[in-house]
């Protein structure tokens, strides 16, 4: 069975920094691309960051692009997402995504809030 673990998540003050974390289990996890979404209040879920099975090819979304810095270690089953100069309009809460080519095989995390607020 496929789980995904989010961590890392908190209340940051804007131009702050923080660490998202997320363990698989239950995969290859090697031959999986690895994926964060995030969804606001209100607002539908988006795609944010993307890491590529074997290459390491790392997609972003316009919004984070300079900002976020999307990583995986093959070793430990997981994947990071590194924020930095966090803005309000990031708040939100953040998933760990796995999937395949037809979304057949279509996992999800638990999700972790960050809040960016002074």
């Known amino acids: 069975q496929v789980q995904l673990v989010e961590s890392g998540g908190g209340l940051v003050q804007p131009g702050g920094s923080l660490r998202l974390s997320c363990a698989a289990s239950?995969?290859?996890?090697?031959?999986?691309?690895m994926n964060w979404y995030r969804q606001a209040p209100g607002k539908e879920r988006e795609l944010v960051a993307s890491?590529?099975?074997?290459?390491?090819?790392?997609n972003y979304a316009d919004s984070i692009k300079g900002r976020f810095t999307i990583s995986r270690d093959n070793t430990k089953n997981a994947v990071y997402l590194q924020m930095n100069s966090l803005k309000p309009e990031d708040t939100a809460v953040y998933y760990c995504?796995?999937?395949?080519?037809?979304?057949?095989?279509?996992?999800w995390g638990q999700g972790t809030q960050v809040t960016v607020s002074s």
């Open positions: 890491i590529e099975k074997w290459n390491g090819i790392t």
């Open positions: 995504n796995v999937h395949d080519s037809s979304r057949v095989f279509d996992a």
């Open positions: 239950g995969i290859t996890f090697i031959a999986y691309t």
